[in-house]
C-alpha cells in the first residue's frame, strides 16, 4: 500500500481528555492491513464506533475488499460530538483506524446509509475528512465518495453528496466497482470518465448524470431523472449476492476494545423476508428469501467462538425462527455448547413460530428480555398491515416464554398505521393487559411479582419501495393525542408504556418520501448545527424547522401526503426486483383488509423478485408453517 500520512503524533496527546478513547484505538483482534496493495478503500460507518463496529455491513465490505487482490479496506468512524470539535480546533482530518491515516488521501471512501437519521452525519463525515460535500465540488485528486444500504433504495435526498451509489448486495458489486475504478485510474482516465463507466455497470448509479426533472415533467415521463447523455439506464436494478446460501457464515470479525453494541459473534442464518408486512422495507428490498444450511451455520457458529472468544452468539436475520432448519440448529448448538457458558441468541422471533418446542430449545439460555411484535393492536388492522398473526399466536408465544423461564417481555407496536383508528390504539392496551394476564398464569404464584410487560411505540413512516409508500405519516401533534390516549387505556401499572419522538419520525419521513429537494434540507440543517439525530439528546427540532425555509420546502407535504397509486414516486427509477403493479395490489389489499401469504410457505405471489433478479427463494429444507401461518399457507415448496 502506498504511503499516506500517519496522524497518530497529532492524535494520541488528545486521547487524555476524550470519552471512551478506546473508540480510536487500532491494532485491534482481528483487524488486517494489507501492505502489498495499491488502491486504498474506507468503508465508513456515519456514527460512533460502538454502533459501528456492530454494523454487519461494514464488516461483511470490509472483509471482501480485504479477500480481493490489489485492494485494501479500512474501516474509518465519525467521532463522538464532543471530540469532533475538538478535531476541527485542532485542525485533525477524520482518520481511519488501521492506519490512522486521513481519508482524504484514499482513493475511495464508502459511506453506509444504515436509517434516515444518519443524514447530517453523512455530511459532518465529509467536512471533518476535508472533502468536499457535493460531489461537484469535488477535484481530481479527492477521492471517490460510494454510497450503500438501506437508505439507497431511495438516494435522492443524499444524491449531490455522492458520486456514486451502490445500490442492492455489496459483497460482489463493490469490489468490482473498486477495480474499475482502480484500473481507468491507472489508464490515466479522469474522473468523470470514471463515473461514467461505472453508471454503466449494474447496481451503481451514479447522480450527477441525470437531470432532475420538475414535478409536471417526471408525472408525464414516468421517472424523476434524464440522463445527461445516451447509453445510461433509466432503471437502475439492485445487485443480489446470488451466492449466498453457499457463502461461509463465518468470516474474519474484529474483536473490539470499547464494549460496542451488540458485543457478540454475529452469524447470519438467511438472508430476505417474504412475509410481505406492508409497512416493511427491508421484507421488499432483500428478497428473494436465502438460507444457509444448519451444516454451515454450525460450523461458523463454533468456529468463530473459537477465533474470538465470544460467549455469545446471535443468529442474525430478519426473521430467524423462519429458517426451515432452525430447530436444527438448536439442538446442534446446544449440545456443542453445553457447559461452555455460552449463550445463542435469536433477535428476532415471529410470534407464530414461538411455541413450546422453540421456547425450549431456547431455554437453556440466560433469561433476558423477549421482544415481540403484533405491531397493531387489532386483528383488523393486523391483517390491513398483512402481519398474519393473530392473538392466538401472541398468547402461545407469551405462554410458552414465560412457562420456560422468561419473566420480561416487550410488545411491539406502530401508531399511525394506514386506517387506523382510535379504537386499534386502545386494542393495544388491551392487548398488552391479556398478555400480562396469560404471562402470570404461565408461572408459579410465588414468582408472578418479577413479571413486567412493557409496551413500546414507534410512529409510522411510510418507506419507499413498499405498499405504504402512497400513503401519509399522522402530523407529530396527532401522534402525541394518540399516544396518550394509549398511556391513559393502559390500567395495569405492571405495564409500562414507551413511544418514540414524533418529531425525529417525522424527519425520517422526509427523508424517506422525499426527492432531491430534501438535500437542500439536509444541507441546511447541518450547517445551522444538526447531527446524530438519533441521538435524543443531540436532535435539534428547530435547526430542521428553519432550515425547510431555507431549502424552500415544506417538509409536513412530502411527510403526510396521501397519494394515489398512479402517482410517480421520487424513487421509481430504482428497482428493488419487487414490481410497482404489486406494490399497489398490495395497497388495495391493505384498503379491503385481504391479507396475502408468505410464498416460502406456499405458492408464489407474484411480486416479481424472483424472474427480475434471474434467482428464486433457496431454502435449505422445506418450510413447515406453524401458528396462523400453518391454516393460511399452502404445501410449502423452494420456489417463489
Not at 262 to 274: K, Q
Request: glycine fraction near 8%; charge should be negative; include cysteine.
Amino acid at each position: 500500500m502506498r504511503k499516506m500520512t500517519d496522524l497518530w503524533p497529532r492524535l494520541e496527546p488528545l486521547l487524555r481528555d476524550a470519552e471512551r478513547p478506546s473508540r480510536y484505538l487500532n491494532h485491534e483482534f482481528g483487524c488486517v492491513r494489507k501492505q502489498d496493495a495499491d488502491f486504498a478503500f474506507c468503508m465508513v460507518y456515519p456514527d460512533t464506533y460502538e454502533l459501528g463496529q456492530a454494523n454487519q455491513a461494514l464488516r461483511i465490505l470490509v472483509n471482501v475488499v480485504n479477500a480481493s487482490e490489489n485492494l485494501c479496506a479500512e474501516r474509518a468512524f465519525l467521532p463522538a460530538p464532543a471530540f469532533c470539535d475538538v478535531m476541527r480546533r485542532e485542525h485533525l482530518p477524520l482518520f481511519s483506524i488501521e492506519s490512522c491515516a486521513p481519508l482524504r488521501e484514499f482513493d475511495a471512501i464508502g459511506l453506509t446509509l444504515p436509517h434516515e437519521l444518519a443524514a447530517t452525519n453523512v455530511l459532518e463525515t465529509l467536512d471533518l475528512a476535508g472533502i468536499p460535500i457535493r460531489s461537484e465540488d469535488r477535484s481530481e485528486n479527492d477521492p471517490f465518495v460510494l454510497g450503500g444500504g438501506p437508505c439507497a433504495y431511495n438516494p435522492e435526498p443524499y444524491a449531490p453528496f455522492f458520486d456514486a451509489i451502490s445500490i442492492g448486495e455489496g459483497e460482489e458489486a463493490v469490489p468490482e466497482g473498486l477495480h474499475l475504478i482502480r484500473r481507468m485510474r491507472q489508464e490515466g482516465a479522469s474522473r468523470g470518465d470514471v463515473l461514467r463507466a461505472l453508471a454503466r455497470e449494474d447496481g451503481w448509479y451514479v447522480p450527477s448524470l441525470y437531470r432532475w426533472r420538475s414535478e409536471e415533467e417526471a408525472q408525464e415521463a414516468g421517472s424523476w431523472i434524464e440522463p445527461v447523455e445516451p447509453g445510461l439506464p433509466t432503471v437502475i436494478r439492485k445487485r443480489l449476492f446470488t451466492r449466498f446460501a453457499e457463502s461461509n457464515g463465518w468470516e474474519p470479525c474484529i474483536v473490539p476494545y470499547a464494549e460496542c453494541v451488540h458485543d457478540r459473534l454475529n452469524v447470519e442464518v438467511l438472508r430476505g423476508c417474504a412475509r410481505g408486512c406492508r409497512f416493511c422495507q427491508a421484507g421488499m428490498m432483500y428478497r428473494p428469501v436465502r438460507e444457509r444450511s444448519a451444516d454451515n451455520i454450525v460450523e461458523s457458529v463454533l468456529t468463530g467462538l473459537a477465533e474470538t472468544g465470544y460467549d455469545e452468539v446471535s443468529l442474525t436475520s430478519l426473521s430467524s425462527t423462519d429458517h426451515s432448519q432452525i430447530a436444527d440448529i438448536l439442538t446442534r448448538l446446544n449440545k456443542a455448547l453445553d457447559g461452555k457458558g455460552v449463550r445463542i441468541s435469536v433477535p428476532s422471533q415471529r410470534l407464530d413460530s414461538f411455541g413450546v418446542d422453540m421456547a425450549g430449545l431456547v431455554a437453556g439460555q440466560k433469561k433476558g428480555g423477549l421482544t415481540f411484535a403484533p405491531e397493531a393492536g387489532t386483528q383488523r388492522l393486523r391483517d390491513v398491515i398483512n402481519k398474519n398473526v393473530t392473538e392466538d399466536d401472541l398468547f402461545g408465544a407469551i405462554d410458552a416464554a414465560f412457562a420456560a423461564g422468561w419473566r420480561r417481555c416487550k410488545l411491539y407496536f406502530m401508531i399511525g398505521l394506514p386506517t387506523e383508528t382510535d379504537d386499534d390504539i386502545k386494542g393495544i392496551a388491551s392487548l398488552a393487559q391479556r398478555a400480562y394476564d396469560r404471562a402470570k398464569a404461565a408461572v408459579p404464584p410465588e414468582q408472578r411479582g418479577s413479571i413486567r410487560m412493557s409496551v413500546s411505540c414507534a410512529l409510522f413512516v411510510p418507506k419507499a419501495q413498499t405498499p405504504f409508500q402512497w400513503d401519509g405519516q399522522i402530523a407529530p401533534e396527532e401522534a402525541i393525542r394518540r399516544v396518550n390516549l394509549l398511556r391513559h387505556s393502559v390500567k395495569y401499572k405492571a405495564v409500562d408504556v414507551h413511544w418514540h419522538d414524533p418529531e425525529t419520525s417525522f424527519v425520517e419521513a422526509v427523508m424517506s418520501r422525499g426527492g432531491r429537494e430534501a438535500a437542500r434540507w439536509v444541507e441546511a440543517a447541518w450547517k445551522r448545527g444538526a447531527r446524530f439525530d438519533a441521538w435524543t439528546e443531540c436532535f435539534d427540532e428547530q435547526a430542521w424547522r428553519d432550515a425547510a425555509d431555507e431549502a424552500g420546502i415544506d417538509p409536513a407535504v412530502i411527510a403526510q401526503t396521501e397519494y394515489p397509486v398512479e402517482r410517480v414516486m421520487p424513487w421509481t427509477h430504482i428497482s428493488t426486483g419487487v414490481s410497482s403493479r404489486f406494490l399497489a395490489l398490495e395497497r388495495r389489499r391493505a384498503q379491503e383488509g385481504t391479507t396475502t401469504p408468505d410464498c416460502t410457505f406456499g405458492t408464489c405471489t407474484g411480486c416479481g423478485a424472483c424472474p427480475d433478479l434471474d434467482s428464486e427463494n433457496m431454502l435449505a429444507a422445506v418450510r413447515v408453517p406453524s401458528g396462523s401461518s400453518a391454516s393460511a399457507a399452502a404445501p410449502a415448496r423452494g420456489e417463489g
